[in-house]
């Protein structure tokens, strides 16, 4: 038993041994630009390749895209799930504008699982045709797909903006929270309508942010009226986006702000205060204590 069991490591030692040999000199061909020498790499990726997946992948992603996106594509619909993700990756590395069609497919089928890979690779792609899949599956149940495709709108920017406004002036409250976001963080004045218009809406608190992060003077007095707002998270959110818009008109509102039944209001408050006018503003926190706000920049 002893005999077999060390004549079973030799042999399978032996065996890794010209697997590492064999991916190397498949992988040199490859280089070279042989198709069947990347081809045979593509199929290297699968479940049962966990020791040699991300070998393979980094070879995938450095060969010439010409070359290699041709392959990849044949397996975008992979029912091998790892490989499937693999191909979607490197498809999306090399930006192959050709991919979108069939990502976006992968994206849209909810029986898969992971697909937030999708919505990534769509984003490194930053095509025009990404924008739509990607708008669709801000209405994802997978909350990952939701925020991948968020991410990725934002990667996207200005050619998502326009995209974005009109989904947002259709869309029900309960998928618009990824394009609020979105727009917020791709900072287009174009969106400041839209956003205002749902400026009281169940999406408030994001709406708010993104307002902030637009830098319009035009927000200001809407963010003023929000710090009145019954729910603590919005008036925490218009203290925090007046730093970005507020003028004169706001010191008095936030000034009256730091006696807000809430902490984190108060501490935003004189935080956003000492931000317009260079000047230290202490709030009461929770023990009751006058302090200065926390310094989140250190």
Known sequence: MRYLLLLLL???GC???GESISLDEVSAKARSGDRKAIEQLVGLLSSEGELTNERVYSVLVSLNSAEVIPVLLGKVHSSDRIQREYVIAALGNHQAATAVKPIAEVLADRQLKRRYIAAWALGEIAQPDCVQPLLNALGDSDGEVRKAATRSLIKLNRLATEPLIDFLSHTESTTAAGAIRALGDIADPLAFE???NRIK????AEVILALG???DSRSEPLLIEAL?????QVRMNAAMALSEVGGAASIMPLETALQDDVNVVREWSARSLEMLTGKHYR?????GE????YNIYH
């Open 15 to 17: 065996q890794q041994l």
């Open 228 to 232: 009145q707002d019954a729910d603590w």
């Open 10 to 12: 030799f042999f399978t």
């Open 290 to 293: 006058l302090v200065l706000p």
């Open 194 to 196: 839209v956003l205002a």
């Open 283 to 287: 709030y009461r926190n929770e023990t």
């Open 213 to 215: 992060k637009l830098k």
């Open 201 to 204: 809406g169940a999406n408030r």
